[in-house]
């Protein structure tokens, strides 16, 4: 039955995605830096997946009194106050202190060519106290008068088991959230790796869908939709049991005939959901098993593919190979 609701939640959302992607929601936000609010006049600060505040890197560098660069080849935003150095790198949960490596439990983005950055974790490297009051959707922070610059406590040195899955690689402890899932950051590289493997081509003159699975970490398994649609006939594809004919297996690998399908011309829309589950779900306190979804459509009107978060804005990925995978 679980499998059956989270399935069932997963093509409800799947068609909310075949219009548009959802579109982070606008959330206003204000940050208090030292009794100061912070003035954002084009680029209003969000909270993102992970549930932190992202800021423009520039306003929260200038309310802490640091410096801040931007290198656009290594993706890399510094900031420097004193003799202390921290460096986030755009998309990566790793990130560097003084030398130290670290890791964030959320990472840097661009959004809108501009670096988006979490407040706390740039704040509290330099010393900083932050508190986040929910009632008025505030963050405080108040910068260490004393000078005397702390690393945040709530920084955590690299740890864990690194093993490679189908060439990437997972550690078991800093690419896993506190609700036992893949970090955001790791499911996407995952479930990139997954779209891969799956293609749309003609074998003996029958248009086929064929799919081999990439290897998971132990605890973890694929959740997949697929659908497919002339206009005038269409059918799914998932790993549930409601149809024997529209059944596929979760793992090792499958091949599917789509028998309306006498001319690829005649198709008109392609959509795939991807997602990756956790099995074990006493750890979830009643969050989603999934991080989000990775959705691919191509119609005859566009081509899409992104990751949409739980919560927090969509990330598209423009060199997606739509050829390799639809090859009818």
Known sequence: MKKIALLLTIIFTFTLLSTSFASAEDVK???????????????????????????????????????TTWN??????????????????????????????????????????????????????FGAEVKWDKAVRTVYIQTNTTGEVKPAPELVPEGGTTKKYGGISFNDVTDVDQYGRITQEKSIEFLQKLASQITFVKENGKYVIKCTYPKLPSGYEWSVGITVDTGVESDNWSGDL????????????????????????????????????????????????????????????????????????????KDFNYSRMFQW
Do not use: C
């Open 29 to 67: 936000i204000r940050v208090v830096v030292n009794g100061r609010k912070i003035n954002f006049p084009d680029a209003q600060p969000f909270v993102d997946a992970q549930g932190r505040t992202q800021v423009p890197s520039r306003f929260i560098a200038e309310a802490l009194g640091a410096s």
């Open 72 to 125: 656009a080849k290594e993706q890399k935003a510094s900031f420097e106050l004193e003799k202390n150095k921290l460096v986030l790198t755009i998309g990566q949960s790793k990130y560097l202190l003084n030398g130290g490596t670290y890791r964030m439990d959320t990472v840097a983005i661009v959004k809108n060519a501009r670096t988006y950055v979490p407040a706390r974790y740039v704040a509290q490297a």
């Open 242 to 317: 409601w149809s024997k004919l529209s059944h596929i297996p979760l793992t090792g690998s499958f091949t599917r005939e789509v028998t309306f399908v006498k001319n690829a011309k005649d198709v008109e829309s392609y959509h795939l959901v991807l997602a990756i589950d956790v099995k074990d779900r006493s750890k979830l306190d009643g969050n989603d098993p999934i991080q989000g979804l990775f959705s691919i459509v191509k119609s005859l009107e566009e081509k899409r593919a992104g990751f949409n978060p739980n919560t927090g804005p969509s990330q598209y990925f």
